[in-house]
């Protein structure tokens, strides 16, 4: 029996990351097999190539060079880490897959939309989300947010956080240009709302998928040990 894929999509500051990781908690806690990983990075190569793409210092990449990185973490993460895991029947999250390619690759810097559909096949060997969670938020309330966790990091922006925020607005058209062609895969949360609101909105898409769909082989493993 093949896993379940969950991704986490939205822009700069919408919360993914907190609320990938609440969900992990949640279905850990009700003995769920659930593996957590990031695109870009999530392997060792991926992570040398996350450093490049991130790198504030990196100003003269071509948006080509930027869309074929992209592509090269992704195809080393599916083939290390997330088919390897479905095959065994683990529920993997993913934190960003290949909806961010097309909002920030394809809306954002206006590459061709049907090349990108291409790349991403061949980076993830035809792989698809069995859901994708999309947090939608306003671009200047999300890069605050960015600003806000920059500065305690290290007082930087990286390359991406640092595009102007006409960018930024693209990016959120395209990700809700993809909910409205995928309403099925794609669950839209407002993410200006409270963590707690959206975190159980979260929780009953999955659990309702798990029941849906059975339990993924494998990946229930008995809650008290
Ligand atoms: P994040 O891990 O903090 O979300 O940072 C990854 C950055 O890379 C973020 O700004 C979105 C961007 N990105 C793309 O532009 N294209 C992609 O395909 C992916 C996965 C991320």
Redesign the pocket.
């Known amino acids: 029996m093949p896993g379940l894929f969950v991704t986490f999509e939205g822009g700069?500051g919408t919360g993914k990351t907190t609320q990938l990781k609440a969900l992990l908690t949640h279905l850990r806690a009700a003995g769920w097999d659930a593996v957590e990983t990031?695109?870009?990075g999530g392997t060792p190569i991926g992570k040398q190539i996350r450093g490049l793409?991130?790198d504030p210092e990196n100003t003269r990449m071509a948006a080509a060079s930027e869309l074929c990185l992209?592509e090269a973490s992704r195809a080393q993460l599916v083939h290390e880490v997330i088919r390897p895991a479905l095959d065994a029947g683990r529920i993997v999250l993913c934190?960003?897959f290949t909806d961010?390619?097309v909002a920030?690759?394809g809306y954002g810097r206006g590459l061709d939309l049907d090349l990108i559909a291409r790349m991403n096949a061949l980076a993830t060997d035809g792989l698809r989300p069995d859901l994708t969670v999309l947090l939608d938020l306003d671009p200047e309330a999300g890069l605050a947010r960015a600003t806000q966790r920059a500065t305690q990091r290290q007082g930087r922006h990286?390359r991406?956080?640092e595009e102007v925020l006409a960018f930024h607005q693209r990016v959120r058209a395209g990700y809700r240009a993809i909910a409205a062609a995928e309403p099925g895969r794609v669950a839209v949360l407002d993410a200006a709302r409270g963590m707690v609101e959206i975190e159980g909105d979260v929780r009953r898409r999955v659990d309702e998928l798990l029941r849906r769909s059975g339990p993924p082989g494998g990946s229930r493993v008995p809650a008290s040990g």
Request: hydrophobic letters at 20%.
């Open positions: 700069e990031r695109d870009p793409l991130l992209y934190d960003r961010s390619t920030y690759q990286d991406i956080e």
